[in-house]
């Protein structure tokens, strides 16, 4: 089985920053893609930033310039540099990783989620 374990989130006043992180372990040959979704209050869940296994990158438009998206691929971690918080960012933040168990054997993951609070 694969785990993806989140810490980082909280509360944090508007203008401020927080950083998450998320370690995958368990039954993992490689991974491809890994990245942070989120969902603010009574909306469905939307892509915030994505990291291929070559670090390539992709953003949400409205966090583009303020968070940063990386990862450490020995230790099956991702992280986000969130800066310039603001209202619209409160949300459960979740984490992805797209696994591969074997070759051929494709299955994505999330982390069971974080909460992140920004007060005006």
């Known amino acids: 089985q694969v785990q993806l374990v989140e810490t980082g989130g909280g509360l944090v006043q508007a203008g401020g920053s927080l950083n998450l992180s998320c370690r995958a372990s368990?039954?993992?040959?490689?991974?491809?893609?890994m990245g942070w979704y989120r969902q603010p209050p009574g909306k469905l869940r939307e892509m915030v930033a994505l990291?291929?296994?070559?670090?390539?990158?992709k953003y949400r438009d409205s966090v583009k310039g303020r968070f940063t998206i990386s990862r450490d691929s020995a230790k099956n971690t991702v992280y986000l540099q969130m800066n310039s918080l603001n209202s619209e960012d409160t949300a459960f933040y979740y984490c992805?990783?797209?696994?591969?168990?074997?070759?051929?054997?494709?299955?994505?993951?999330w982390g069971q989620g974080t909460q992140v609070t920004v007060s005006s």
């Open positions: 990291i291929s296994n070559n670090n390539s990158t």
């Open positions: 368990g039954a993992i040959f490689s991974i491809n893609d």
């Open positions: 992805y990783a797209e696994v591969y168990k074997t070759w051929t054997k494709r299955q994505d993951y």
